[in-house]
């Protein structure tokens, strides 16, 4: 006889668990959507020389690990992050060098996941990514079980609010069942053999649902949905980032996974929002690599035309995202020359073709690329 699940109970409570449904018709439109821009970007991609493609994926790379770090409110230096990737890619990065060895290690975690995507989830593999993240065994100033899965008796929930005030927002399943539930999981993402879209979606819920380890499961559920999204792709490589498309809506991926894990065991609405911010991801990285494909296009058509070091250093800004208008002053202070000097470099790049007054004139004159 089938117990009957109580009201309000955590999807792990019940006796389907964890066998997961959704609606396939109408997750079918936004799949069928994912895979084409997915195509598109990798069409980019393919356009792009060995050099832009290579920054295009350390940019990607690099937001990746700071968001998803980010989200669980661990803040990390940028250039050390980058700096790291880099020299792990054998990427010539002109950034200043920063080694800081606990990003190494978490550079380590993300390079194993994507660039062995298709090697078996084992439970030691996630151990070392574990141990990464918590190199000295603790979580701020608690001692935690590193390496392993969490033990003892206490209940592991997920809470917000002032001391004494605080609101259970999840509770997981008790320790002593977690290997248990560890090895369906892992024979799962081994074994399904579904789209990588899917995969990515079930895991990364099914993880953080589980909360196996003490601490670190939000950015260990990512990194297993980057290793299934990075079967995607012939060589592995990831141009985009889900987890900086997360971080951009942190407080509606915390609602859902929160109503998901309190609901039954349908999780579509779960699935429509992850593969709307998967999309979301797509279409910003698309957008970026146009950008990378313009600008590529604008030098190759400058190229016989000679410019000094201050122009190309600010015409290579307005590219890269300048914030606000380019003004002679401006110009003047990032190049540390004089307004006159600013305003012969200007006329001179709107003489060649290379640069157009915006029409504003008097203090509000400023320039722009050529459309």
């Excluded at 574990?130 to 008796?153: C, N, Q, Y």
């Excluded at 206490?154 to 927002?169: I, N, R």
């Excluded at 991926?253 to 929002?273: A, F, H, P, S």
Aim: with cysteine.
């Amino acid at each position: 006889m089938r117990r009957t699940v109580r009201h309000g109970a955590y999807i792990w409570q019940r006796n389907d668990w964890p066998e997961f449904r959704w609606d396939s018709d109408a997750l079918l439109e936004l799949l069928s959507r994912l895979s084409q821009l997915h195509g598109l970007l990798n069409g980019r991609m393919s356009m792009l020389g060995f050099n832009e493609k290579c920054r295009s994926l350390l940019s990607a790379m690099t937001e990746e690990l700071i968001s998803s770090s980010e989200i669980e409110g661990v803040l990390l230096n940028p250039n050390s992050v980058r700096s790291s990737i880099a020299r792990r890619l054998g990427i010539e990065n002109d950034g200043l060098l920063v080694e800081d060895h606990y990003v190494e290690g978490l550079v380590d975690v993300m390079l194993d996941a994507v660039r062995n995507c298709r090697k078996p989830l084992t439970d030691e593999r996630l151990f070392d990514w574990h141990a990464a993240l918590f190199p000295f065994g603790r979580s701020g100033m608690h001692r935690i079980t590193v390496a392993d899965w969490r033990k003892g008796e206490e209940p592991m929930q997920v809470v917000s609010g002032a001391f004494g005030h605080e609101t259970v927002h999840y509770e997981a399943p008790p320790s002593d069942v977690v290997p248990a539930e560890m090895e369906r999981l892992i024979e799962w993402c081994n074994t399904a053999g579904q789209s990588p879209f899917i995969m990515a979606a079930v895991a990364h819920l099914w993880f953080v649902t589980i909360h196996p380890f003490d601490d670190g499961n939000g950015r260990i559920s990512r990194t297993l949905a980057d290793m299934l999204l990075a079967r995607l792709d012939e060589d592995s490589a990831r141009y985009y980032s889900m987890s900086a498309e997360i971080n951009r809506n942190k407080k509606a991926y915390y609602e859902v996974l929160e109503r998901t894990q309190k609901g039954n065991l349908d999780i579509t609405e779960w699935m429509l929002w992850f593969f709307g911010c998967l999309e979301n991801a797509i279409v910003r990285a698309s957008g970026i690599i146009e950008r990378t494909l313009q600008k590529a296009a604008y030098w190759d058509l400058f190229r016989d035309v000679e410019i000094n070091e201050r122009q190309r250093k600010v015409v290579n800004r307005l590219w890269d995202g300048f914030e606000g208008k380019l003004t002679s002053s401006k110009w003047a202070k990032m190049c540390g020359c004089s307004q006159d000097t600013a305003l012969r470099d200007i006329n001179d790049l709107i003489a060649k073709g290379m640069l157009r007054n915006s029409g504003e004139g008097g203090r509000s004159a400023n320039y722009l690329l050529p459309d």
